[in-house]
């Protein structure tokens, strides 16, 4: 196997690194604000801490989205030996990634959490915390998917000849997902959006980039992740399917697992 190229490995830990201080960041700050937050039966109190939530995320977005830009910039100019500049991050980056909804609506969720959780007989400080969990989820989804479509608009903009999804199991709880190993030694197109999924930690390099064909992991790898997952089974990995979700289109799931198709979401 070719030597990876350090340099591109470098940036690839350098962006990585910034994206997850941005996504920390961020949701940290979402999470205070929720769990300061009394207000879960008062409408217009909930719409008013969505907006307040909302707009700290779009900032997150646009931050990840730059950082993206930048990355993706400088892999272009290793990889092509040229200059490769940022193209930029378009207006539209400042709101909601999601299809049909606003990053206000998508946050407003938090609430309906808890007081979902409360109709169950959940104690309120559990509901409280349950609340929580999910804005923190939601943040990293919302940042996953300014990541994703600055990828594309960059690769697009740029004419990329594809680009690949880079794993980093070092920067998951549990080591990487079965998913994700699944798809890390395919190539996109640059007018494909790569597939995300909950809590993903993959990145994407350039097609060209010597590091180990898309960081394709080897057997000492394999044998780590797979302690960690249950999800590497080969009988596991050959359910991995792309399906369009009806928010946020192509995301990474098991075949047995199902959810709500854009026909479904506009019902």
Same mark, same amino acid.
């Given at each position: ?7 591109? *490995?470098? *940036? ?35 719409? /008013? ?11 997150g977005q646009v931050g990840v ?39 206000? /609506? ?72 079965? *998913? ?25 390099? /350039? ?5 180990d064909e898309g960081r394709i ?29 009806? /928010? ?20």
């Open positions: 196997m070719a030597r990876p190229d350090q340099r591109v *490995l470098a *940036l690839v830990d350098g962006a990585a690194n910034a994206r997850d201080k941005i996504e920390s960041r961020i949701a940290q700050i979402v999470a205070s604000m929720w769990s300061g937050f009394d207000g879960w039966y008062r409408d217009e109190l909930v719409s /008013e801490i969505s907006a307040e939530v909302a707009a700290m995320v779009a900032r989205a730059q950082l993206t830009d930048a990355y993706l910039a400088q892999v272009a100019t290793l990889i092509r030996e040229r200059p490769v500049g940022p193209v930029g991050v378009a207006p539209s980056m400042t709101g909601s990634r999601r299809s049909g909804v606003t990053l206000t /609506e998508v946050y407003a969720r938090v609430a309906a959490e808890y007081l979902w959780q409360v109709s169950r007989d959940v104690v309120p400080i559990r509901a409280k915390e349950l609340a929580v969990e999910r804005a923190r989820a939601m943040v990293g989804t919302d940042l996953g998917l300014a990541f994703r479509d600055q990828t594309s608009q960059f690769m697009k903009q740029t004419g990329a000849a594809g680009y690949r999804r880079v794993i980093r199991p070092e920067r998951s709880r549990s080591g990487t997902c079965g *998913l994700c190993v699944a798809a890390s030694n395919r190539m996109y197109k640059r007018n494909d959006l790569m597939p995300l999924h909950a809590r993903c930690k993959c990145t994407v390099v /350039e097609v060209g980039a010597r590091v992991i080897n057997d000492a790898e394999y044998a780590a992740i797979a302690a960690e997952s249950d999800s590497l089974r080969a009988r596991d990995l050959v359910k991995v399917r792309v399906r369009d979700h009806g /928010e946020l289109g192509p995301v990474l799931t098991n075949a047995a697992h199902d959810f709500r198709g854009p026909r479904q979401v506009a019902a």
